[in-house]
Antibody, heavy 121, light 107 residues
Framework: EVQLLESGGDLVQPGGSLRLSCVGSGFIFSNYAMSWVRQAPGKGLEWVSAIAGTSETTYYADSVKGRFTIYRDNSENTVFLQMNNLRVEDTAIYYC??????????????WGQGTLVTVSS | DIQLTQSPYSLSASVGDRVTITCRASQSVRIYLNWYQQKPGKAPNLLIYGTSSLQRGVPSRFSGSGSGTDFTLTISTLQPEDFATYYCQQSYSTPNTFGQGTNLEIK
């Protein structure tokens, strides 16, 4: 059974940093691209970032480019999202999602339960 | 970026109804269009991928069609558990954008 488990969400002040983690199990982690998708309170879904299975390719939404970094450790079946210079508008539930074999070219077939990031002074 | 516009924004229907939700893309996404269901407090759940392929475990009352810029999600016979928010998403190009969502409510 495929499972994704996020952690790392917290309350942080504007300008602060946070690192989210997502551990995958039940599939060959290194074979699949992974993404982060967020959802602000009461709003819709927003894709944030994606990384290929072997990390050779990464993508970012314009809203986070230069502030967020996605990376992965396939030996630990974990994908990370390093978030720096956080803004109030980054407040959201952050989901990690499993993609297909080609980053940015497939559906999100499994999702974690989400981790809440709140940016507030 | 490719924009996805769903209609209607909100929909009231009754158990047993046939419901159709549409998704229009600002440019062609070929068949790279996916549909998700989200219930309150839960993560999204993949229903349909590649325009019309049913994800494993999803009931056959859900179906998808379309190509290019115009797509539809149809629920043939609404069940009580289908009342939720539905999102389309394109995986043709990055950023992989989502539609704004359609809230399906009980009439």
């Amino acid at each position: 059974e495929v499972q994704l488990l996020e952690s790392g969400g917290d309350l942080v002040q504007p300008g602060g940093s946070l690192r989210l983690s997502c551990v995958g199990s039940g599939f060959i982690f290194s074979n699949y691209a992974m993404s982060w998708v967020r959802q602000a309170p009461g709003k819709g879904l927003e894709w944030v970032s994606a990384i290929a299975g072997t990390s050779e390719t990464t993508y970012y939404a314009d809203s986070v480019k230069g502030r967020f970094t996605i990376y992965r450790d396939n030996s630990e079946n974990t994908v990370f999202l390093q978030m720096n210079n956080l803004r109030v508008e980054d407040t959201a539930i952050y989901y990690c999602a499993k993609e297909g074999l080609i980053v940015g070219k497939s559906q999100f077939d499994y999702w974690g339960q989400g981790t809440l990031v709140t940016v507030s002074s | 970026d490719i924009q996805l516009t769903q209609s209607p924004y909100s929909l009231s229907a009754s158990v047993g109804d046939r419901v159709t939700i549409t998704c229009r893309a600002s440019q062609s996404v070929r068949i790279y269009l996916n549909w998700y269901q989200q219930k309150p407090g839960k993560a999204p759940n993949l229903l349909i991928y590649g325009t019309s392929s049913l994800q494993r475990g999803v009931p056959s009352r859900f179906s998808g069609s379309g190509s290019g810029t115009d797509f539809t999600l149809t629920i043939s016979t609404l069940q009580p558990e289908d009342f939720a928010t539905y999102y389309c998403q394109q995986s043709y190009s990055t950023p992989n954008t989502f539609g704004q969502g359609t809230n399906l409510e009980i009439k």
